[in-house]
């Protein structure tokens, strides 16, 4: 059997986490030890270990925050509709909890939202995103989908001793007429960068009446640039979330990603494409 290595290039420590209080462990072991071995992997609901038909209630109520998801406040003529908060996990207990935001005269509370230089519209900006509901806080398919993507993560050795960031972002990108594109940011392959430890990933919550939206994931090298300028060696794989929970992740530093423009179907004046991304990331000491 091959040994599994991680971003340093020594043996991952491939033992659970030791926590009081674990995630739930993935039923598809293969696609858990892809994102170890290649830097990403495909994921739907199954792989997650999620039970999506016990936990209906929990995703209509999922679904149902993206209806009045604000404009990006950075770029409202892009058609991206946003919310986003911080959590922090504790590998230790196994406790989740969310940061409150700041307060904010136009949204509530809002969250900074920043990318460093990895983000090539907005290098060294502090972004404040309005916050999720707090109603979400103890919604169990948005907790179960946190979880799961941290026992993909939790393999690396250096997220077992520290605080963990968890950030929760839900994104939408809606189109009503034919001249309409909507466009996530940044529209390249980029990494969202921050820590060798650093991981995203990707649950679809609801797609209808649109064209477009391919994901993309290549080398890192590959990071500011479109997909269709690459050689076909640089892109590991192509495809295009549909199902409800399809989704990805990625072990950042080994891999860009990317999904393309939204643009408006044939059936009918709307039409949307709303994910729930999850980033995963150590806390650094501040003293």
């Not at 058609?79 to 406790?95: C, D, I, K, Q």
Request: hydrophobic share 35%; glycine share 10%; aromatic share 8%.
């Amino acid at each position: 059997m091959d040994t599994i290595l991680d971003s340093d290039g020594r043996p991952a420590a491939t033992g659970a986490p030791g926590t009081a209080d674990r995630p739930p462990e993935p039923p598809t072991v293969e696609q858990a030890v892809r994102v170890r071995r290649d830097g990403y992997a495909r994921l739907g609901a199954a792989d997650l270990g999620v039970d999506l038909e016990a936990m209906a209630d929990d995703f209509a109520r999922l679904a149902g925050a993206y209806d009045d998801l604000p404009p990006d406040p950075y770029a409202k003529e892009t058609n991206r509709f946003r919310r986003y908060s911080h959590a922090v996990y504790l590998p230790w207990t196994g406790e989740l909890s969310y940061i409150p935001g700041a307060p904010d005269d136009e949204f509530g509370t809002v969250t900074e939202y920043w990318q460093d230089e990895h983000n090539p519209e907005y290098p060294r900006v502090r972004r404040r995103l309005p916050d999720i509901p707090t109603a979400l806080h103890g919604n169990r398919l948005l907790d179960a989908l946190i979880r799961a993507d941290l026992e993909h993560a939790l393999w690396l050795e250096g997220l077992h001793r520290v605080p963990v960031y968890v950030g929760i972002h839900l994104i939408a990108l809606g189109v009503r007429d034919r001249d309409q594109v909507a466009v996530s940011s940044p529209n390249c392959l980029h990494q969202d960068g921050g820590s060798p430890a650093t991981f995203t990933f990707a649950h679809l919550v609801g797609r209808r009446n649109i064209e477009g939206g391919e994901n993309v994931i290549a080398t890192p090298e590959s990071a500011g640039r479109q997909p269709d300028a690459l050689p076909p060696e640089a892109v590991h794989d192509r495809f295009v979330l549909s199902d409800p929970l399809d989704g990805y992740g990625v072990h950042d530093c080994r891999v860009s990603h990317y999904v393309g423009p939204v643009r408006l179907g044939d059936d009918g004046p709307e039409g949307r494409r709303d994910i729930l991304i999850v980033g995963v990331a150590p806390y650094t000491p501040g003293l």
